[in-house]
């Protein structure tokens, strides 16, 4: 089976279009298979820090882990759970609710598709957290 992933055009957003340090929001994103074969169910992975300003990065010590998906006790294991895609299809809306983050300054959202897959994809987009008035 080979297969190749991205994430479409919208790639990884929220559903909210403000977002102070109150409020819970939902990450969102979907998978597309490229082909040229079908996938088989996979899991992607959700990884929130907060970081002093955008874009933030990843590996940085100094930006903290305030959300991660693998080590959330809330998070029903199926939520990240992707359905198999057949070739050139695009998979559901993923949504996983987050927050609210009360000390951030902005969040760095990284999502991994596949994450236990051959070829794991990884993408990230980063928001500014407003303080509430």
Known sequence: ????LQFDVSG????????D???????QWKAQ??????????????VLR???ECPGDDSDDNSPV??????????????LTESPLAANAVGPLMQVP?????????????VT????????VTIFNCIVIDSSS
């Open 1 to 4: 089976m080979s297969y190749t």
């Open 12 to 19: 990884v957003t929220t559903d909210e279009t403000l977002i």
């Open 21 to 27: 340090n109150t409020t819970a929001f939902n990450v």
């Open 33 to 46: 298979n490229l082909g040229p074969d079908s996938t088989g169910q996979f899991r992607d992975r959700l």
């Open 50 to 52: 907060s970081v002093a």
């Open 66 to 79: 305030v959300y991660d998906s693998d080590t959330d006790p809330d998070l029903d294991p199926n939520t």
């Open 98 to 110: 987050v927050g609210p983050f009360l000390d951030s300054a902005s969040i760095r959202m990284s």
């Open 113 to 120: 598709l596949d994450r236990d897959g051959d070829n794991p």
